[in-house]
């Protein structure tokens, strides 16, 4: 079983930059792709960004050359660096993770605030 918990969110002006991690602990050797998504009041949650064990990448549209997600496996923990943010941006973000067996876990989440 795996346990996430994330951090990093706050209040920031629109332009600002955000840096969220991910840390994991349990069987984080286990761990195949970890992910982030957000959900903003009134909406579904939505993928923003996905590593594999790889390294390999992926990004929602709305993000793509804003937002850039990383994973340091001696430290069992992802991250999601936000560049540029926008109040679109304000959400809750979510850490997610999937074993090589399948099973799915998620953190509890930490929020963001674009504002000025």
């Known amino acids: 079983q795996v346990q996430l918990v994330e951090s990093g969110g706050g209040l920031v002006q629109p332009g600002g930059s955000l840096r969220l991690s991910c840390a994991a602990s349990?069987?984080?050797?286990?761990?195949?792709?970890m992910y982030w998504y957000r959900q903003a009041p009134g909406k579904q949650r939505d993928l923003v960004a996905a590593?594999?064990?790889?390294?390999?990448?992926n990004y929602a549209d709305s993000v793509k050359g804003r937002f850039t997600i990383s994973r340091d496996n001696a430290k069992n923990t992802v991250y999601l660096q936000m560049n540029s943010l926008k109040p679109e941006d304000t959400a809750v973000y979510y850490c997610?993770?999937?074993?090589?067996?399948?099973?799915?876990?998620w953190g509890r989440g930490t929020q963001v605030t674009v504002s000025s």
């Open positions: 349990g069987s984080t050797g286990s761990i195949n792709a």
């Open positions: 997610r993770a999937v074993d090589v067996a399948g099973f799915v876990s």
């Open positions: 590593v594999s064990s790889a390294g390999s990448t």
